[in-house]
């Protein structure tokens, strides 16, 4: 498939559990030795199994009625599809078949369902499950019966103990509880204490400390349902509580082991008193290779780029006295065991086998007679080179049959067969490498120690491509710094300092990430920026197009004649027309037309130069221009729900600037959701999934206009409390002419229902797929902020929701809704925490067997809430290793804005002996980079505005520390970004319009332009009806908001630090974003007609300094107002 690999896809898939013999006659292919000419193989499927797993009943109170369901899940051993595991299994109560439904997840081996409508009657009932592995071919089949307690019966139904990283107890009861009732006493086992939780008919009970073996809990008759009714009388019974299980797990997340004591790597193991030792060395010359395919620590395709040279067992009994059921820590040097060669990766991987094992179990259980077979492979062909897969060693056990159903069970081979060994990749380092890559070409790569984490002097860097060509070389200054000038996308640095190597791979996705830290904005593409303008908001099918591009090229990318090719699509997206244009300065204007019979509906323009491509929406309806001037306005652009202190006024007067006066208007709002988000927060989430809001179009004026055309009226809102965030208000005003013709304009405002907002976040590197770990801490970020954006302090209500499955289904608004406010569901945890500053994080843990859907809820005293719904599974692997808390670092300017020449400073909490690398970046490149160094408690930095900064920089700071004062997993690095606004005054263009004041048709009359300062332009002048602008309520085009609004950070960084071992990096945390952009208002309710409206187009033009350029125009016959436009650029303004 790539010049190395050849892939078979079979024409339907293989029978289950079969084993196959394959020939591959590679000598047909090419020619090679006789003895290759034949390839043979062997392969085996995977039986069909399964397993079936009944939770139990479950009860649940919905508006006062009781609603029994009984869920289960089914593990297959492969994976099949799902409408064939759906035939599996039915049940039935009193001969009807109940519904089911399914919920397919994780790997597509876990299939839940769930039986719906089963009756809870006056008398016992019965439910029978059946289930049949036909449909998959597998040959086993089962049926339990279930007994439906009668209405009134409050009992104990079942109770288990359940085994995990979270051991616990769980007790399935015939109604539901009362969640709010006191559970001290109500529990007993002697010795133990629990954690008790309630949800529906269900206890968990979690022990406070190890418990193992056979114990008796006391279930005692106080226990309430939710009707206050009590249990009646104790229940007793007897549960077998399991030992922790073998298991091993490497420490920290690092593959770099700095070379100061040997390369010694940390590990933990459980109940077992020896671990298997394997080293795969992946050879110097084959690194380029491995990364192709792999991270450092990954593990593709190892067979092609190394082989095992060693294997052995080291006994854990000879560290320290063995505790059995913890956790013990322990490590392994693997110095000791193999000569350890610069520039070498190595995979350690550790393997747990039966006879290592503490795990207890019966004289006659299955693992008690396994035995190694005699003639049992020695490590010298590990050694000699033949590479055989661990697999392959279960092959060295009598009776080692796999029986997939104790595939959990640590008493069965089955168990260790299982994948249940660790690897890790190691290289010894002392290099620290970081990169930087804009949009011009240039590869910054910087080399530190790590172990004084300062610049390293003298390294050589060489930068490959994918193919492993070389693209450029350079060593590293006094600053360990050098830039590489780049012609093709680099993949891998390799850099060398005497007998050191290092590796750093810097493909895009493997970038540090950055979604914690605001550098959103305008994104520069290919180091350009476009903005597109037409002369007016909307056209009618067959008018006259004049869309005029202006670029910015701050990289002198583009010739001066270089093609611009303009693509005009329709509403249905295909290509009407497309026309190629040269460059005409940094303005080129299309200037085209649609036919008369076009359809209507949003068009879209596209523009691509130089790679870029800008786009732009074209309005096309059949409308007609209003003959009136309306304008309407309120005493905020933001109104508060509730007060009753707002007021708008509305003026009308005709286009030739008469007043409308006596005119009867109309005046309706419209409440809408809208989005509710805060230019420096716009990473997270402010809108409740769960309020239910709806709101009618209403009148709120329908009155008269005064003499002059004015009328002013109050506008309340009314009070908003089921608002999910804020709402977007729709005024659509009508003026009535004397005749009943009228005019008609839209405006629209953002309303604000609540003081002050609460915002959440979880993690985005998890969220692409809204999938968190359970079983370990997982971090929920809060702000609160006032509904201009400032941080607020207040304090913070956050609830969590296990969601059931009925409600996987549909997640909708209105089901998530119903959801909270059944009185039956009862969260999962309710905490209240306090805002420092106006940010808070929350820490929250799921117990691995808890896994499934969570609704988080934040709820703010003044009535704000939002809501977000998170998936909670095992981690990728089921890898716990300890990772240490991250220190969060913040920084910001002391200023919101800076003009050119102005000192910027920032500060950020640091420690004494550290090195921070400042970089100054913006949307397209490094404008500037230097060292500091670090000083206990803040560390200042401090440089000037300059012009090239404005709009915005980007200030980067990579804050090191040496990897042997890295104790307790501080971090070796941490890294954070901030945008810092600059402002240029010499980049505003003022263009300056001299027309008489008058204007009579179809005579000449003269328009001078010029730039009120002198500078020179290139400019386009429109003269366009008023009415006709009205429609939409168009703007004269600003270029500067567009080309100086913030820009996206356009640099990439990459660095090897988190792949230290024994320290780990964290992030410098600064969380700030812009958005938003004008709405322009629902041309539906115009009323369509014919029209010609006046509008005339010329240009581009070149103005040179200080000069002056005068055009004589004249205009059709025409009654009304019209606006005169100019948009000009030049050079950076």
């Known amino acids: 498939s790539d010049g190395h690999m050849l892939i078979f896809h079979p024409e339907k898939p293989f029978p289950s559990g079969q084993s196959y013999q394959v020939t591959f006659n590679l000598g047909k292919i090419r020619g090679v030795p006789t003895a290759l000419k034949q390839f043979v193989f062997q392969f085996k499927t995977i039986a069909s199994e399964f397993s079936i797993e009944l939770n139990g009943i479950r009860s649940t109170r919905i508006n006062g009625e009781i609603k029994t369901e009984i869920g289960g899940s089914i593990t297959t051993s ?16 009193d001969g009807i078949a109940l519904p089911v439904r399914w919920e397919h997840t994780g790997n597509r081996t876990l299939h839940q369902f769930i039986f719906t409508e089963v009756k809870r009657e006056k008398d016992p009932g019965k439910v029978q499950i059946h289930w049949n592995g036909g449909p998959i071919e597998a040959d086993r089949k089962g049926e339990q019966e279930i007994i439906i307690p009668a209405i009134g019966d409050f009992s104990l139904i079942s109770g288990k103990a359940i085994s995990g990283t979270t051991p616990s107890i769980e007790l399935i009861f015939s109604d539901p509880l009362d969640p709010d009732q006191e559970t001290d006493g109500l529990f007993m086992m002697q010795g133990v204490e629990f954690e008790v939780s309630i949800e529906d008919n269900l206890v968990r009970l979690i022990p406070r400390k190890e418990v193992v073996g056979e114990r008796k809990l006391e279930i005692f008759e106080g226990l309430k349902n939710y009707a206050g009714y009590k249990l009646g009388k104790t229940e007793l019974i007897t549960l077998s509580l399991q030992a922790e299980k073998p298991a091993i797990r490497f420490i920290g997340k690092g593959n770099i082991v700095p070379t100061t004591d040997g390369l010694v790597i940390p590990f933990e193991a459980v109940n077992l008193n020896a671990v298997g030792v394997r080293i795969v060395k992946i050879f110097v010359g084959n690194y380029h290779q491995f990364f192709q395919a792999n991270n450092l620590n990954g593990d593709n395709n190892l067979k092609n780029v190394g082989r095992p040279v060693y294997r052995g067992t080291l006994p854990l009994s000879n560290v320290h006295a063995i505790v059995l059921n913890k956790w013990s820590a322990y490590s392994i040097n693997i110095s000791d065991l193999v000569k350890v060669e610069p520039g070498a990766i190595y995979q350690v991987q550790l393997s747990m086998r039966p006879e290592f094992s503490l795990y207890p179990c019966s004289d006659d259980a299955q693992i008690k007679s396994v035995k190694r077979k005699s003639d049992t492979k020695d490590d010298q062909e590990w050694l ?43 290289i010894a380092s002392n290099i620290g490498l970081l990169a930087k890559k804009g949009l011009d070409n240039q590869l910054l790569v910087v080399a530190t120690n790590l172990l004084t984490a300062q610049p390293q002097s003298g390294t050589d860097i060489t930068a490959f491509d994918y193919q492993s060509q070389v693209i450029a070389t350079g060593q590293t200054g006094p600053d360990g710094m050098i830039l590489l000038k780049l012609d093709r996308t680099p993949f891998l640095l390799v850099a060398k300092n005497g007998s050191d190597v290092g590796y750093l791979k810097i493909s895009d996705d493997a970038s540090l990430q950055l979604s914690r830290f605001d550098v959103g904005g305008e994104e520069v593409q290919k180091g350009l920026k476009g903005f597109l303008y037409g002369e007016r908001g909307v056209w009618r099918p067959g008018d006259s197009l004049f869309v005029s591009l202006i670029i910015e090229d701050k990289i002198n990318k583009l010739a001066p004649d270089h093609p611009v090719i303009f693509e005009l699509y329709t509403p249905t997206e295909q290509l009407e027309q497309k026309i190629v244009l040269p460059l005409n300065g940094n303005i080129t204007t299309l200037k085209t037309a649609t036919k008369t019979d076009a359809p209507t509906g949003n068009w879209r323009l596209v523009a691509k130069v130089g790679g870029a491509e800008f786009s732009k929406r074209i309005r096309i309806e059949t409308v007609k221009p209003n003959r009136l001037k309306i304008l309407f306005n309120t005493s905020s652009d933001q109104l508060q729900a509730g007060s009753k202190n707002q007021v708008a006024t509305l003026n009308a007067k005709w286009l030739h600037g008469a007043p409308g006066s006596s005119m009867k208007a109309k005046v309706e709002m419209l409440l809408k959701k809208g989005k509710t988000v805060f230019p420096k927060f716009t990473n997270y989430t402010f809108d409740s999934q769960v309020a239910k809001f709806e709101s009618a179009e209403q009148t709120i004026f329908d009155g008269k206009l005064n003499e002059s055309g004015d009328v002013s009226f109050p506008i309340n809102t009314g009070v908003l409390t089921n608002a999910p965030g804020k709402l977007e208000v729709v005024f659509t005003t009508r003026v009535f002419e004397p005749g009943g013709d009228f005019s008609i304009s839209q405006f629209n405002k953002t309303v604000s229902p609540f003081p002050k907002y609460v915002g959440l976040r979880f993690p985005d590197e998890d969220m692409a797929q809204s999938l968190l770990s359970s079983g370990k801490e997982n971090e929920l970020n809060l702000v609160v902020v006032d509904p201009d954006g400032n941080l607020a302090e207040s304090v913070v209500e956050i609830t969590a929701y296990k969601i059931n499955w009925r409600w996987w289904w549909d997640a909708s608004e209105d089901y998530l809704g119903n959801f909270v406010t059944q009185e039956h569901y009862k969260p999962l945890f309710t905490k209240k925490i306090s805002t420092t500053s106006g940010k808070a994080i929350f820490k929250f843990t799921i117990a691995n067997e808890d896994w499934g859907r969570y609704l988080f809820i934040a709820k703010l005293p003044d009535g704000h809430s939002v809501s977000q719904t998170v998936y909670l599974d095992w981690p990728y692997g089921s890898s716990t290793g300890a990772q240490g808390g991250a220190t969060m670092l913040s920084f910001s300017p002391d200023k919101e804005k800076y003009m050119v020449g102005e000192e910027i400073t920032v500060s950020f909490p640091s420690s004494k002996d550290g090195k921070a690398l400042v970089s100054i970046e913006n949307g397209s490149s490094i404008l500037d980079k230097f060292w500091i160094e670090t000083v206990e408690g803040q560390t200042k930095v401090s440089f000037k505005a300059k012009p090239e900064m404005a709009p915005n920089i980007y200030l980067y700071i990579t804050y090191l520390q040496p990897h042997n004062q890295t104790v307790n997993d501080r971090p070796i690095r941490l890294y954070g970004v901030v945008s810092i606004n600059v402002e240029n005054p010499d980049t505003h263009i003022v263009p300056l319009i001299k027309v008489p004041n008058e204007l009579r048709s179809q005579q000449p009359f003269t328009v001078e332009v010029s730039e009120t300062k002198g500078m020179a332009m290139n400019y386009t002048l429109a003269i366009v009806d008023e009415g006709l602008l009205d429609i939409t309520g168009y703007k004269t085009p600003d270029p500067w908001n567009t080309f100086f609004a913030r820009e996206a950070l356009g640099v990439k960084t990459w660095d090897l630090y988190d792949y230290v071992l024994g320290a780990y990096g964290g992030t410098l945390e600064k969380l700030f974003a812009v958005g938003g952009s004008d709405q322009l208002p629902d041309p539906s309710k115009q009323k369509a007609q014919r029209f010609k409206p006046v509008v005339r187009f010329l240009g581009p033009f070149s103005l040179t300094k200080n000069d002056k350029h005068k055009h004589t125009i004249t205009l059709p016959q025409y009654t009304g107002s019209v606006r005169f436009m100019v948009v000009g650029a030049s050079g950076n303004a």
């Open 78 to 93: 492969d994976v099949f599809p799902p409408e064939n595991v759906e035939k599996m299994i039915q049940g039935d109560q």
């Open 384 to 426: 000699s080179g033949s590479y055989i897969d661990e697999d392959e060693r279960w092959n060295e056990y009598e009776g080692n049959s796999y029986d997939w159903q104790n595939r959990n069970n640590p008493c069965y081979l089955s168990y260790f067969i299982e994948n249940r060994n660790t690897t890790k990749n190691v």
